[in-house]
């Protein structure tokens, strides 16, 4: 007990590290999503098309290249271009904005998804009965579309948001001192790794948990303004 006492303030420092990058990816995460979407929606073809290949390329590597790819070939290529535009040395990109840059761009590509599909879902006759009893287009988007789009893309991204709780974990490799990367360094200090690493589990677990009672909460407040909408 004695260590993990002496441990005790590091790893609760690392989950807060955790949630603070999740939720800068979720954040940004959100505003790709909502790009991609209205891309995808959109009549020109070229955006369209930009959208398909972000969605399918995003979805379709590990997030851990996503992150190599970000940290270490944005460093590439800054360096590059500080040397040929200024003529200076190496840059370093820090490891807390590439991961969290990384992991909302990912988080984007599932999200993008999931709004389109509620944008395909909203029913059109709320929209048409806003708009004849003389509602301003402002005011169906804030009063129709947007309760029922979060509505049908909460579940979706709900899933989205836990998984990408789970997956601030992979930041570690790049130097990020979050729950793994605590935990690795507590293991190679006092040789427990099943001790350290089942509590990194329970601190995870525990986020986790947090964020489902929050999530039906939002559910039961977003269904009630449905109902009200209606």
Not at 196 to 204: E, G, N
Request: net charge positive; proline share 3%.
């Amino acid at each position: 007990m004695d260590i993990f006492s002496a441990w005790g303030r590091q790893l609760a420092a690392a989950a807060l590290l955790t949630v603070e990058i999740a939720l800068l990816s979720l954040i940004f995460g959100l505003i790709w999503g909502l790009l991609v979407a209205w891309a995808k929606a959109s009549s020109h073809y070229i955006l369209r098309k930009a959208a398909d290949i972000y969605v399918s390329a995003l979805r379709g590597i590990p997030e851990l290249l996503v992150i190599f790819i970000i940290f270490y070939g944005g460093a590439v290529t800054l360096t590059a271009l500080n040397a040929r535009l200024f003529g200076g040395s190496y840059v370093e990109i820090p490891a807390y904005l590439a991961g969290a840059f990384a992991l909302s761009l990912v988080f984007g590509a599932y999200a993008a998804e999931n709004i389109r599909g509620a944008l395909l879902a909203m029913p059109r006759g709320q929209i048409e009965a806003g708009e004849a009893i003389g509602l301003s287009r402002r005011a169906v988007f804030y009063y129709i579309r947007l309760p029922f789009l979060w509505r049908y893309a909460l579940p979706g991204l709900a899933n989205n948001w836990l998984s990408l709780l789970k997956d601030t974990s992979l930041v570690s490799i790049i130097g990020l001192q979050e729950i793994m990367g605590t935990t690795d360094i507590a293991v190679a200090f006092t040789h427990k790794p099943f001790s350290f690493y089942a509590m990194a589990a329970a601190i995870y677990l525990f986020l986790t948990l947090v964020n489902l009672v929050g999530i039906r909460l939002l559910e039961k407040r977003l269904s009630h303004y449905e109902r009200r909408a209606a």
